[in-house]
């Protein structure tokens, strides 16, 4: 694993300086892995009481069905003990009761009043909290954020797909409907995560190389990275594929030929709509589109090749299964 706290370089430096802000990255790119990286060693420097969180977890079934702020608490409460914060720094247990729309800023603000270290909260997953629920959540960390003095946590990192301009799309797009100050003023900083690049799929395989003895050679990694554009799981599955599938002995250096038979895998479709379910029960959505690039030095035409269809995912999703 290449180390992940560098691919979010100014994360560390915007929590110092007290901000609230955006980390985005397309699917699979490194997100979590990074800020779960990154709030482990901020607990184990022990200045921050840091706490992630992915928003799309419902701590028990009956709260699948609540308000996005409740199962936000719920899962701060949750992750804060499992993760092992000291007494003194863990929220309040219950959280303040509070009406509905206010129960987030009531919470975190009464954390924060008790907790003797600044707190330091990383948010995955926001796009899987929806249009009104969406603003809520950013309306009150916006109040929280502007009531100082009064205790509010330090940082906030939210993390997802999307840059802050598609937040707003999400309130419905119409920005007038969003009344009064934009609680999206408050984010300092939209980051995004890189693919990596050829020296750093180098670098990955090197590892690989130097826990086995077994090279892959420099043709071999110029086509993995030519075949994944450095797109992170990509770049982990090409390897996983002639390590575990392929089985090719450690004796053996990893050729471009291994590589190439790689890349031709079988038809990634199935994976590709098993994924994509995921996606979309997560983004809430009915239907979805599928692009399968054939990049294979041996596909035939672009417009031979070129295909649209519609099928049905494994879990009842509509999908446009585009083939080019
Ligand atoms: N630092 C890293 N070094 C090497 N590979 C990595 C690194 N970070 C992520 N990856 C690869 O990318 C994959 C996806 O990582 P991760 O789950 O963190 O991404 P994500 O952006 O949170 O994904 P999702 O969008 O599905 O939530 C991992 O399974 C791994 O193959
Ligand atoms: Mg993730």
């Not at 409460?77 to 720094?89: D, F, I, K």
């Not at 707003?168 to 890189?194: C, E, H, Q, T, Y």
């Not at 996983?240 to 031709?264: G, L």
């Amino acid at each position: 694993m290449l180390p992940p706290i560098p691919r979010i370089p100014e994360a560390r430096e915007l929590i110092d300086e007290e901000k609230y802000f955006v980390i985005r990255g397309p699917r699979q790119s490194g997100k979590t892995t990074s800020l779960q990286a990154l709030t482990a060693e901020l607990r184990d420097e022990g200045e921050y009481a840091a706490v992630y969180i992915s928003c799309e977890s419902a701590s028990t079934r009956a709260e699948e069905a609540a308000p996005a702020e409740v199962r936000i608490l719920s899962e701060i409460a949750a992750m804060a003990q499992a993760t092992g914060l000291p007494e003194e720094c863990l929220p309040p247990e219950p959280w303040p009761a509070a009406p509905g729309a206010t129960r987030l800023l009531r919470g975190l603000s009464a954390w924060a009043r008790r907790c003797p270290r600044p707190i330091v909260l990383l948010m995955d997953e926001i796009d899987s909290i929806h249009g009104d629920e969406l603003i809520s959540v950013l309306r009150q960390l916006r109040q929280g954020y502007n009531s100082f003095p009064v205790p509010f946590p330090h940082s906030v990192a939210l993390c997802g797909m999307r840059d802050v301009r598609d937040y707003k799309a999400a309130s419905g797009g119409d920005p007038s409907r969003l009344v009064g100050p934009s609680p999206f003023n408050i984010l300092a900083k939209s980051m995004r995560l890189a693919d990596f690049t050829f020296e750093q799929v180098a670098e990955l395989y090197g590892q690989h190389t130097d826990a086995t003895g077994q090279e892959f050679t420099a043709h071999a990694i110029q086509r993995a990275f030519h075949a994944s554009q450095g797109q992170p799981w990509l770049v982990n599955a090409l390897a996983r594929e002639i390590i575990r599938e392929m089985r090719i002995p450690v004796s053996q250096s990893i050729t471009d030929e291994h590589m190439h038979q790689a890349v031709e895998r079988p038809d990634p479709v199935e994976d590709g709509l098993h994924q994509l379910d995921g996606y979309l029960d997560r983004l809430d959505l009915s239907h979805g589109t599928l692009i399968v690039f054939d990049r294979r030095p041996t596909a035939p035409h672009l417009l031979e090749r070129t295909a649209i269809e519609q099928v049905t995912s494994p879990r009842g999703h509509a999908v446009t299964l585009v083939r080019a």
